[in-house]
């Protein structure tokens, strides 16, 4: 038996955990005291994410699947259900964009997007709440964003974003009656590699980019990382288990 299912901690999985967002929220869970199963394409990134979570003296495993595969998708839950215990936390933060205006826009642009941030977390999903409906407790939480609300450049991306929306709500109401939620986080501009490839594709430094970007947002600056990893940690706790089907967007304020 492990060391996390004999000291009985909670075993939370962060999909898209090797940088960002993922990573961030990974190092917070398990400063929560959850052992985290590091999901990511990248297994090699991932395990940077593992090193630091295990110098904080934190328990974390880095596990390389793609979340659009099903057959990868179960064999990575697998795995983290035999090495750290059974997940009853998961978000589904793993996201790409593939930006461009409708008339560009390639079938692939469209897939990809979709691919990952839907059907992974539709497969995700599925293959984790089997083990959340037998704790008759779970937590999950879906990486949305301000662009569901529609942003220029990202049809594909502002739909699947707004598809999450529903995908959480549903989730909320079907899995309730077994102990489980199911949350949102809409984050708005976060500084990440992901907000650093955009500045690079509209062909800004990315310090022009941020100060930009801040000069529009109430609060007058852009988020990070560990902005979203404290709105995730208040969703899977255990205090959180009447607020479901909720989306919560992160963006330092409205639009004005
Ligand atoms: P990022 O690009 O820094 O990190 C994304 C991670 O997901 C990478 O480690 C990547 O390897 C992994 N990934 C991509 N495709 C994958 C796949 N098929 N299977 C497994 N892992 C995969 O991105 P980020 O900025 O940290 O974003 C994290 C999430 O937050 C995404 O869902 C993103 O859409 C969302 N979001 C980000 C922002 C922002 O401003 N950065 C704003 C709103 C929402």
């Known amino acids: 038996m492990s060391e996390a299912s004999t000291t009985g901690a909670r075993v939370a999985i962060v999909t898209g955990a090797a940088r960002g967002i993922g990573a961030a929220t990974a190092l917070r869970l398990a400063q929560d005291g959850f052992a985290v199963g590091v999901l990511d394409l990248d297994e090699t990134a991932g395990k940077e994410t593992v090193a630091a979570i295990e110098a904080a003296g934190g328990r974390a495993l880095a596990v390389g699947a793609d979340v659009s595969d099903p057959e990868q998708v179960e064999a990575a839950v697998g795995r983290i259900a035999a090495e750290l215990g059974a997940p009853t936390v998961l978000v589904n933060n793993a996201g790409v964009t593939r930006d461009n205006l409708l008339f560009k826009m390639t079938e692939s642009d469209w897939d990809t997007v979709m691919n990952v941030h839907l059907r992974g977390a539709f497969l995700m999903t599925r293959a984790v709440q089997k083990h ?125």
């Open 132 to 256: 959340m409906i037998e704790a008759k407790w779970g937590r999950i939480v879906n990486l949305s964003s301000t662009s569901a609300l529609g942003n220029r450049g990202q049809v594909n991306y502002s739909a699947a974003k707004a598809g999450l929306q529903g995908f959480t709500k549903t989730l909320a109401i079907e899995l309730g009656k077994f102990g489980v939620t199911a949350n949102a986080v809409a984050p708005g501009f976060i500084q990440t590699e992901m907000t650093k490839a955009t500045a690079e594709r509209v062909g800004v430094s990315f310090e022009d980019f941020i100060a930009a970007a801040a000069k529009e947002i109430p609060v007058q600056r852009v988020g990070q990382p560990e902005d979203i990893a404290h709105l995730v940690s208040f969703f899977v706790s255990e205090g959180a288990g009447f607020v479901s089907g909720q989306v919560v967007y992160a963006a330092g304020g409205p639009k004005a």
